[in-house]
């Protein structure tokens, strides 16, 4: 578990019950650091969730990812990796949604993203 990072599993910061998916939260976590190109900030000692923003959680809503990704992955690759894109997107949707037992298992993960 990352607890010192700001990348704890809500569910777990209000059970205060640690499970497998709780690490599954926070690698979701890392994975979407890695498409945006941003990192948690700190603020006045604070954590902030950059995913908290209105703009970003409509994104990853609406699934429009080439609004978010880093643009340097998009310097790179061009269009033509949208659809992998998506995938790794829906990928960080599912290991960070709220309900424990709505997120894959790690051994899924990585098997997701080995297909990706």
């Known amino acids: 578990m990352l ?7 809500p569910e777990y910061m209000q059970s205060g019950i640690a ?6 939260y926070s690698f979701g976590f ?3 650091q ?4 941003k990192k948690m900030s700190i603020l006045d000692g604070k954590m902030i ?13 609406e699934g429009s990812v080439m609004d978010i990704a880093d643009p ?13 894109l998506e995938h790794y997107l829906d990928l960080v949707r599912k290991c960070t949604g709220y309900k424990g037992e709505e ?14």
């Open 30 to 32: 890392v994975l979407f």
């Open 49 to 61: 969730d950059f995913t908290k923003f209105p703009h970003v959680e409509t994104n990853i809503e």
């Open 34 to 37: 890695l498409l945006t190109g």
């Open 72 to 84: 340097t992955i998009l310097e790179e690759h061009g269009i033509e990796i949208r659809q992998l």
């Open 3 to 9: 607890c010192n990072s700001g990348y704890l599993d």
């Open 103 to 116: 997120k894959p298992y790690m051994i899924h993960v990585a098997k997701e993203l080995r297909q990706i």
């Open 19 to 24: 499970s497998q998916k709780t690490d599954v």
